[in-house]
């Protein structure tokens, strides 16, 4: 009797871990696409620390209209 390769099992798991990888690709384009176009990506902003860049929108948005 010939032994068992393990190359199902390799092909297998390779499988899986591409699919893990495509969904927190598109896991993690989902969540930039909900931040970025809601208040929500203000305030993770604001949250972390980083200021300024609710007013530098405004003013650029604001430029644009004129």
């Given at each position: 009797m010939a032994p068992r390769t393990l190359e199902p099992l390799a092909k297998r798991l390779f499988k899986?871990?591409?699919a893990l990888e495509l969904l927190g690709v598109f896991g993690a384009y989902g969540l930039f696409?909900?931040?970025n176009t809601s208040q929500v990506y203000y305030?993770?902003?604001e949250w972390a620390g980083v200021y300024g860049i609710r007013e530098q929108d405004?003013?650029?948005w604001s430029s644009k209209s004129d």
């Open positions: 899986g871990l591409i696409h909900k931040m305030q993770s902003n405004h003013q650029t």
